[in-house]
């Protein structure tokens, strides 16, 4: 696998600065809920499980970035799309201090996470890489007719998605055609 994108180390470094904030925000809650100095105890109990929880999951998506997971990219943009509603709430609410650093920390995250050096290095399937080692060396100029065999390291993002949305079988067809 090529060297990690500076866009996904910048998304993975957001993420957990998101993430780190969600749970001190937790451990906060939780302190001044045990405290006693909640007005509702029992919505402070769900805002406390919710953020540490929240910022967990962040967490977890950040280290997922750094390790090349390609799970952790969706709910990475998740989580920065519902921050984008919270900061403008709490923009609305008089609360630039919090609002305008949770908005730009969102965006650029969005920025970083979708850019194409972060999506190629996050799409890259392993198996392919194993798959082009064992396979024997692919003719550059196919025959007429034969199936559109294009290098395997040669290919952009779009063409490796459309390659892949075409090896998979149509709705109405059976696997053992």
Partial sequence: ??????????????????????????????????????????????????ALAGGLGMLACARGLLRAAQWSRAP??????????????????????????????????????????STAWLVEDPDEDEDAADAPPRDPKP??????????DGRSLGQKLMDRLKEQPAKGTSAKN
């Fill in 76 to 117: 990475t943009v998740l989580t920065q799309l519902f921050a984008l509603p919270v900061a403008w709430s709490l923009w609305q609410s008089d609360r630039p201090a919090i609002a305008v650093p949770m908005g730009v920390v969102a965006v650029l995250a969005l920025v970083t996470v979708l850019s194409p050096p």
């Fill in 1 to 50: 696998m090529t060297d990690r994108p500076i866009t996904v180390r910048a998304a993975a470094v957001l993420e957990g600065a998101e993430g780190l904030g969600a749970v001190a925000f937790g451990v906060y809650t939780g302190v001044e809920t045990a405290a006693g100095a909640a007005v509702d105890p029992v919505s402070a109990i769900g805002v406390t499980v919710l």
């Fill in 143 to 152: 025959a007429t007719g034969a199936a559109d065999t294009r290098p395997a």
